[in-house]
């Protein structure tokens, strides 16, 4: 995965160990630069969009809104949503991103979830607030910064 983000090394990293159920958010997938990468410049949230949604990402993107935590959260998109019967695992798509829930169902293009999602979480990035547990935002726990380090193995 040479030239491939460090977002999604760690998403990919995650998925591939079950760290998680539905996905992790946008602040949490971007601060990992600042952890892995420190001589590279955090990505605003819309270039994050842009390349989630680029093609040449070896997998397809999934994008929801996470019960557990009330936010979006992104993942990989496993084989059972790809072949679920009539592509209707899969309720819209923005070129690799695919939304698996209603979630943006007022939302009419890409341009429209980049500012959705820029709106939400920018201000958490430049907060430098990463990680939401027991409902506040704020830094990585030490739990996640081990697995974020692991990526980097």
Not at 86 to 103: H, L, M, Q, V
Not at 130 to 137: D, P, T
Request: charged fraction near 25%; hydrophobic fraction near 40%.
């Amino acid at each position: 995965m040479q030239n491939t983000p460090t977002w999604f090394k760690v998403l990919n990293h995650f998925y591939e160990n079950g760290y998680f159920h539905n996905g992790l958010t946008i602040p949490f997938l971007l601060g990992t630069s600042l952890v892995l990468d420190t001589e590279n410049v955090n990505l605003s949230v819309e270039d994050f969009v842009l390349q989630a949604a680029d093609g040449s990402l070896p997998k397809k993107i999934s994008v929801q809104r996470c019960p557990a935590i009330g936010e979006y959260v992104f993942g990989i998109i496993d084989n059972e949503t790809i072949n679920y019967p009539f592509g209707k695992a899969i309720a819209k798509e923005y070129e690799n991103i695919c939304i698996t829930d209603n979630s943006f169902s007022e939302i009419p293009d890409i341009a429209g979830l980049k500012n959705l999602l820029s709106d939400r979480y920018q201000k958490m990035l430049d907060d430098a607030l990463f990680s939401k547990n027991l409902g506040k935002w704020g830094d990585y726990t030490e739990k996640d910064l081990l697995r974020i380090k692991e990526t980097a193995v």
